[in-house]
């Protein structure tokens, strides 16, 4: 299949809220690792070639350049975030070079999306012009009515949504030219508001994106397992 010019958007606008800390959670160490330093070498482990974007919040760039000057961190731009995640990406958008055919917009807090995940992500998008990495949920599920009521729904009809989520570059560059709406949930949402259709593929179960002190705990064992795979 013809390779395409890609370029990377890494969003990590998080403030450590809801894992009880003052220091953001993209920040947090994994592994041994802050969790962006992870996210940016996976990206440039698989797609050695890409152009790379960091949106972070301005209060938080040269925090973060003193960071990671002191690991072993691929190549990067940062930018500016913006209100929302809709204007961090948007940002990202501008930032990214004219020349790229697809644009891969990935949660700063999933450090462990894996080169297989990536490049099938990839593949999807080149072939189908979008690319949504999707699970299927575990848990059994049930939707909540009036009143406190609620019933059991179908899980084999869901998925759970993941990234990287990958676009053909005018695509989604024409999706962002529109004015912020609340529904816009990631950025399937958003070329979906324009009236294209997205195509979904297979996620991971270890990309997971960390949140809570719980995530934490999971992150560190996957890190762990990785870290033995690798001597093997």
Not at 71 to 79: E, I, K, L, Q, W
Not at 134 to 159: A, E, F
Not at 166 to 171: G, H, L, M, Q
Request: charged share 20%; aromatic share 6%; net charge neutral.
């Amino acid at each position: 299949m013809e390779q395409r010019a890609i370029g990377v958007i890494i969003v990590a606008g998080g403030c450590g809220s809801r894992m009880g800390s003052s220091l953001p959670k993209q920040f947090a160490f994994v592994g041994g690792e802050p969790i962006l330093v992870r996210t940016i070498n996976s990206f440039a482990t698989a797609l050695p070639t890409a152009k790379i974007v960091v949106v972070l919040p301005a209060t938080q760039i040269d925090f973060w350049h003193n960071l990671s000057a002191r690991f072993r961190v691929a190549r990067h731009t940062t930018v500016e975030g913006g209100k929302e995640r809709f204007h961090s990406v948007l940002n990202g958008i501008t930032a990214m070079s004219d020349a790229v055919d697809l644009i891969a917009v990935h949660d700063g807090v999933r450090p462990f999306a894996s080169k297989e995940l990536i490049l099938r992500a990839v593949e999807c998008a080149t072939a189908n012009g979008s690319a949504i990495p999707v699970v299927v949920p575990v848990d059994s599920l049930r939707v909540m009515g009036d009143n406190g009521s609620s019933k059991p729904i179908d899980r084999s009809t869901l998925r759970a949504v993941q990234t990287p989520q990958i676009f053909d570059a005018a695509t989604l560059r024409a999706a962002y030219d529109t004015a912020y709406n609340p529904s816009f949930t990631d950025d399937a949402s958003v070329v979906e508001y324009m009236g294209e259709r997205v195509t979904l593929c297979d996620g991971e179960r270890n990309n997971i994106k960390i949140t809570t002190p719980e995530d934490m705990v999971a992150a560190e064992a996957i890190a762990q397992s990785l870290k033995a795979k690798n001597r093997e």
